[in-house]
Nanobody, 121 residues
Framework: QVQLVESGGGLVQAGGSLRLSCAAS????????MGWYRQAPGKQRDMVAI???????NYAASVKGRFTISRDNAKNTIYLQMNSLKPEDTAVYYCNANLQRALYESWYQQWGQGTQVTVSS
């Protein structure tokens, strides 16, 4: 059983900061790209930031310069440092990972359960 466990969400005032963490655990042979997505009420789930295994990153235009994604391969964990938060950043944030259970098995995507981030004005 593979799990992605997120933590670090909460309520913060505009201009504040939060740090999200996502740890992968269970029977994992390989972990590829990992990332954060978010979904606001009534809206689709959108990519926020992605980091590859060799630490290449990609950000949504709306968070570039404010958010930083990082990765600790030894801990199978990624982080999202969110600074200068805005009310429009309010959403449920989901961790995503490309995983492989065993050598020669197909890669698949796993989602975390989500963590709420609320930014008050």
């Amino acid at each position: 059983q593979v799990q992605l466990v997120e933590s670090g969400g909460g309520l913060v005032q505009a201009g504040g900061s939060l740090r999200l963490s996502c740890a992968a655990s269970g029977s994992i042979f390989g972990i590829g790209a990992m990332g954060w997505y978010r979904q606001a009420p009534g809206k689709q789930r959108d990519m926020v930031a992605i980091v590859t295994r060799d630490a290449s990153t990609n950000y949504a235009a709306s968070v570039k310069g404010r958010f930083t994604i990082s990765r600790d391969n030894a801990k199978n964990t990624i982080y999202l440092q969110m600074n200068s938060l805005k009310p429009e950043d309010t959403a449920v944030y989901y961790c995503n990972a490309n995983l492989q259970r065993a050598l020669y098995e197909s890669w698949y995507q796993q989602w975390g359960q989500g963590t709420q981030v609320t930014v008050s004005s």
